[in-house]
């Protein structure tokens, strides 16, 4: 990314972001997509890793039929009750960028 693509990303992000905050910021946004990348190359290694040993990668992160292993703090249904808001039956996911 140059920052001319990060000054448009901007634009249509609707943010009216000056030429210093862009320049100050460049290295940040390049840090955050380098971590993005990595994330995807690691969930794709994951995914193949599944796949080549002959068994589905999981699709589920938590265990349907037990939940014994993970501590009671940790379970999906105290997880999703500790929540921060919530929208009806679902939980809000804060809008970080």
């Known amino acids: 990314m ?9 634009e249509l992000a609707r943010l009216k972001i000056s030429n210093d ?3 100050s910021s460049f290295g940040a ?3 955050m997509l380098e971590y993005f990348a ?5 969930d ?3 995914k193949l890793s599944g796949a080549e040993s002959g068994r589905a990668a ?3 992160r938590f265990r349907s039929d037990s939940h014994e292993h993970i ?6 249904e105290s997880m ?11 939980v809000v996911v804060p809008n970080v960028l």
């Open 29 to 31: 946004f390049e840090q």
């Open 58 to 60: 999981p699709l589920e």
């Open 44 to 46: 794709t290694l994951f």
């Open 21 to 23: 905050e862009l320049q």
């Open 80 to 90: 999703l009750h500790n929540a921060g808001e919530h929208d009806g039956r679902f």
């Open 2 to 10: 140059d920052i001319e693509e990060l000054k448009i990303t901007a």
């Open 71 to 76: 501590p009671p703090q940790c379970t999906p």
């Open 38 to 42: 990595e994330m995807q190359d690691a």
